[in-house]
């Protein structure tokens, strides 16, 4: 049954519906192909197989009886970002320690309306800080790619590693994830996956563990375009329990997905080439643009001068933030509690053991930029910085539709390779996604080839306010001139 | 920019072993806003209940929870700030306030910093002694309450109840405009009252519902401010007084043995009617103040604040000032009438209609020391305005006298009852009869000569023949026209 595993979104929709197979076969393959993988890839942090099962057959009966939902069946996984009713949800951190949330996330809760079915919680960095799925206290999780000339373990990146590796290795069909910096796009492009992250206000915050609100925003790591195309559709809503949702409607992202770009305007921001970067980064970009001006779409050059501010403001905006989100992990209500001689012990006792070092160090960084005296200096003047960064945005959002970058400035790494000395090495791996957060727009990563080392490499797309019709429609393009990615080498079998 | 809108009052100086200094009072009136549910959340505001009873999702910081602004909140601030005449902000942004308590399950207070959603208008206030003064607000924001920390229930842990936490609070900042306690209270009486008119806030200090911030410092005449010091969470007028009046003795000790105020934050000692320092623990902190990104920028148009503007009830200081105009009060009657607005309203349903002398002397006397007796507000004394009312009217119709009436109003009292009923069954009609009272009359000079002889030259001592017949007529007779009988009979002119 193992072929199961390799098909879409799109294409086991279509067999569940013709009665191929049924939602519980579907569900096995996927268990079988987790519980072969779990102990090398460590891509999960709990697995829920006996509900899945259990989902699966509910599925079966609406299958049969007509009510399919539009993910009817389909085997997910949630990283474990997402608070999920009964199913313990730990952030990737010890200071959850047991913790069972009592409610469902509204995007979890629409994905299993139509029909969803979750496999597991999804590995990811602790807090969903980092880019390589190093920073979680259930332990790294490995990329399913290795490349050509070694056998060395590589990171997923971060920092949802478990959602991109788990997605790659074909443990599920699909998972959702969160995009906070570049959590999304980066680990997608090391991957070999799509990782969408929509405009901010495009899915709730509801139930999503918070890591720095104002950028923090959901979205889909999938095999293909489509199937981004029709997770975000059901995952995205307006919810009245988060006011910074937007009440727009939902377009059926499907129906022009296929509509070309012949005649759009794409834009190529020159800040983009950035110093040291590696050639073959350089020539997969242009690849890109290649690739898009044959199919019809006009390349304009523009500028986006405020670009290399973006991702030393992204680290004083989203440190500030966090300090303050995660000031409610104190042990008093839930979690971990480490006892203290009074109340001021146990915090410092809990907090200390509950967090690891990269939360720690931004926590730290958070709370001395908004520290009197610091404020105006860091929190604010970042905050402006954040108001030319979208300007900069607006403007080149009047020449062109969409803008084509690479994703990440390279390659999958190897576990311990970067930022073992200093921390800024692994942040720049964010280099060219962090923008889309600080701006609030949708960004998409397209695998577009491999690298030298064989690895993948991705392209990111940037669009306008809630075009995410636009920017997959371009997506679908840039997939189709690159061709599907080869399945990695299933060397944990 | 603040200017100081008093001048330096000699009566409000207070005399040292080494001369007078002035008293510079500010208050921070925390006042919980009357609503259903709290202010980002769909709990119960409600009081009392077992602990943790109110208490939601996000009341409790769970994981991933945010905050959603409750409109009903939103719009008893702007009202509030129309009943302050201040400047309503469209708008306004909530900022989190950091600091680390058991009590604050986020980690952080949601309050508003920087741009708070009223801004500067002012609080008229009617003293005692005649004088008006005007305390400026300079603003007022919506805040969320903390829950409560127990360190007594027990032994080895403390215990917290999150009832309140979450429960929308307005911090209303006054000016530093008062100079003394007596200020201060009927600063915060008034208040209560502008709140309690509103239905913005239902005033009652005992369940924690307006607690005061009080900051206190003094200074020789004419010269700038003194340190302040800031004695937090008062919860009654009377301790609101007792504490400014503590920390100005204080203050003013230690500043004549050369020492030097230092800027602290204070606790109020009820029992011991004394102020003291605050632990070292509950001080000052860096609070960390940034903008919620849980929470856009709280915006409303014009039309808004208008339809909430014709929606007011009339406000204190209006019906005061129509009281006086309609019904001829006094000011000092007029005050305390609209103290709460229920009496005001008793008292309007007694008056409208009939003599509004009459109506206020009842009101005012008869009726209000019978609720002083009974410890209750005026409305609540136990005599509808409609049986006062029939009172009066009886009263006005020559039905009883006025003296017969406050047998009726006893009767009322304990019985309950129609008056006019009361008056009927009890045989209590004034006697206008004059053949009737004429024979009484006769009756009464024919048994008295010696009288009739003394007031020949003391015509004042008919009142003694006036009362001769009451008595025979259990106070029935109607005084008028015994007089004139009297007067006919005795041939003496009108005294």
Redesign the interface.
């Given at each position: 049954m193992s072929e199961l595993t390799d098909l879409t979104i799109a294409t086991a929709r279509k067999g569940l519906a013709k009665g191929d197979f049924s939602a519980v076969e579907l569900c096995e393959a996927h268990i079988e192909a987790t519980d072969a993988a779990n102990d090398a890839l460590n891509t999960f942090i709990v697995t829920t197989f006996e509900l899945a099962v259990k989902r699966a057959a509910q599925s079966d009966k609406r299958i049969k009886s007509g009510d399919a939902g539009v993910l009817e069946g389909i085997p997910l996984g949630i990283k474990d970002l997402?608070?999920t009713k009964d199913v313990q949800?730990t952030?990737g951190s010890h200071i959850?320690d047991k913790?069972t949330?009592?409610?469902e996330?509204t995007i979890t809760k629409n994905l299993f309306d139509d029909g969803a079915v979750m496999i597991g919680k999804l590995n990811l960095d602790e807090f969903a800080m980092g880019s390589s799925n190093e920073t979680s206290y259930f332990g790294n999780c490995i990329n399913p790619w290795k490349r050509k000339a070694d056998d060395a373990h590589l990171v997923p990146g971060g920092s949802s590693g478990g959602s991109a590796s788990s997605v790659a290795a074909r443990l599920v069909m699909g998972a959702t994830a969160t995009d906070t910096g570049g959590s999304i796009r980066q680990p997608a492009a090391f991957t070999g996956t799509v990782g969408m992250k929509p405009t901010y206000g495009r899915c709730s915050?509801?139930?999503?563990?918070?890591f720095?609100?104002?950028l923090d925003q959901a979205g889909p790591i999938t095999r293909t375009v489509e199937d981004a195309a029709i997770m975000l559709k059901s995952m995205a809503s307006y919810d009245?329990?988060?006011?910074?949702s937007v009440d727009l409607p939902v377009p059926d992202y499907e129906k022009k997905l296929r509509d070309g770009v012949k005649g759009m305007k794409v834009g190529i921001p020159k800040e983009y080439r950035v110093e040291g970067m590696p050639d073959e980064i350089e020539q997969l970009w242009q690849k890109g643009i290649d690739w898009l001006k044959s199919e019809g779409a006009e390349i304009i050059d523009v500028s986006l001068p405020h670009t290399k501010y973006a991702l030393p403001a992204y680290y004083i905006v989203a440190p500030?933030?966090a300090?303050?989100n995660?000031?409610?992990y104190?042990g008093?209500?839930?979690g971990l509690r480490a006892e203290g001689d009074d109340?001021?012990n146990m915090?410092e006792n809990t907090r200390a053991q509950g967090f690891g070092a990269e939360v720690k160090r931004r926590i730290m960084i958070g709370?001395y930029v908004?520290?009197?005296g610091y404020?105006d200096a860091y929190?604010l003047k970042a905050q402006k910085v954040r108001t030319l960064i979208k300007r900069d945005f607006d403007e080149a959002y009047k020449k062109v539709d969409v803008l084509l970058t690479p994703t990440t400035p390279g390659p999958a790494f190897a576990p311990g390779e970067k930022g073992g000395d200093d921390p800024v090495e692994m942040y720049l791996n964010d280099i060219f996604t962090v923008t889309a957060n600080m701006a609030g727009l949708p960004g998409i990563s397209v695998p577009s080839g491999l690298s030298l080392e064989g690895t993948p490499l991705g392209l990111q797309l940037i669009g306008k306010p809630f075009d995410e019709a636009g920017l997959l429609r371009v997506a679908q393009t840039l997939e189709d001139a690159a061709g599907l990615l080869p399945t990695p080498d299933k060397w944990w079998v | 920019m603040y200017k100081e809108s008093r001048e330096t009052e000699k009566k409000n100086l207070v005399q040292g072993s080494t001369g007078d200094w002035e008293v510079v009072i500010g208050l921070e009136v925390h006042a919980q806003v009357t609503s259903n549910a709290k202010l980002f959340s769909g709990s119960s505001t409600e009081f009392g209940g077992e602990p943790n009873d109110h208490v939601s999702l996000v009341d409790a910081a769970m994981p991933g929870m945010l905050p959603v602004i409750n409109e009903a909140c939103v719009h008893q601030a702007i009202r509030t700030g129309l009943g302050l005449r201040a400047k309503i902000n469209n708008r306004s942004v909530f900022d989190r306030k950091n600091y680390f308590y058991p009590d604050l399950p986020q980690g952080y207070q949601i309050s508003q910093f920087k741009h708070p959603i009223v801004g500067e208008g002012d609080v008229i206030l009617d003293l005692k002694d005649g004088t008006t003064v005007t305390i400026g607000i300079e603003r007022l924001h919506l805040e969320q309450d903390a829950g409560k920390s127990n360190h007594e229930m027990h032994l080895k842990h403390s215990v917290v109840d999150l009832n309140r936490s979450g429960v929308a609070l307005m911090e209303i900042v006054s000016y530093p405009d008062m100079r003394s306690a007596e200020e201060a209270k009927a600063y915060v009486t008034k208040l209560r009252t502008i709140l309690r008119y509103l239905g913005t806030c239902d005033g009652n200090m005992d369940e924690g519902s307006m607690r005061a911030d009080v900051n206190v410092s003094v200074r020789r005449p004419g010269e700038p401010w003194g340190t302040r010091t800031e004695t937090k969470n008062v919860n009654s007028i009377r301790f609101i007084g007792q504490a400014i009046d503590y920390e100005i003795n204080r203050q003013i000790d230690v500043l004549e043995d050369g020492g030097s105020i230092d800027q602290e934050t204070l606790l109020f000692d009820p029992k011991k009617g004394e102020t003291r320092p605050m632990r070292s623990k509950e001080e000052a902190h860096d609070y960390r103040y940034f903008p919620d990104p849980d929470l856009l920028p709280l915006e409303f148009d014009d039309a808004l604040v208008e339809k909430l503007r014709k929606e007011l009830p009339e406000l204190p200081d209006d019906k005061k000032n129509r009281f006086m105009s309609e019904y001829g009060l006094s000011p000092y009657d007029a005050e305390i009438l609209i103290a709460a607005r229920a009496s005001a309203d008793y008292f309007e349903l007694v008056a409208r209609g009939r003599d509004a002398k009459l109506a206020v002397n009842w009101v005012m006397g008869d009726l209000s020391g019978h609720a002083n007796a009974k410890g209750v507000p005026l409305h609540e004394a136990g005599v509808s305005p409609d049986q006062l009312g029939q009172l009066i009217d009886l009263i006005s119709d020559g039905t009883i006298s006025g003296k017969i009436a406050k047998d009726v109003l006893e009767i009322v009292l304990e019985e309950g009852g129609k008056p006019a009923d009361i008056v009927e069954a009890k045989g209590l009609k004034q006697m206008s009869d004059t053949g009737e009272l004429e024979a009484i009359v006769d009756d009464i000079i024919a048994a008295n000569p010696k009288q009739v002889e003394q007031l020949k030259t003391k015509p004042k001592t008919i009142g003694w023949f006036v009362g001769q017949v009451m008595q025979k007529t259990k106070g029935k007779a109607n005084p008028q026209t015994v007089n004139k009988l009297l007067q006919d009979k005795l041939e003496i002119g009108e005294g």
């Open positions: 997402f608070c949800t952030a959850l913790f949330p009592v409610y996330s915050r509801w139930g999503v563990v918070a720095a609100s104002s009245a329990k988060d006011t910074t500030a933030e300090s303050s995660l000031a409610r104190d008093v209500r839930y109340i001021l915090y709370t908004l520290s009197a404020y929190y | -």
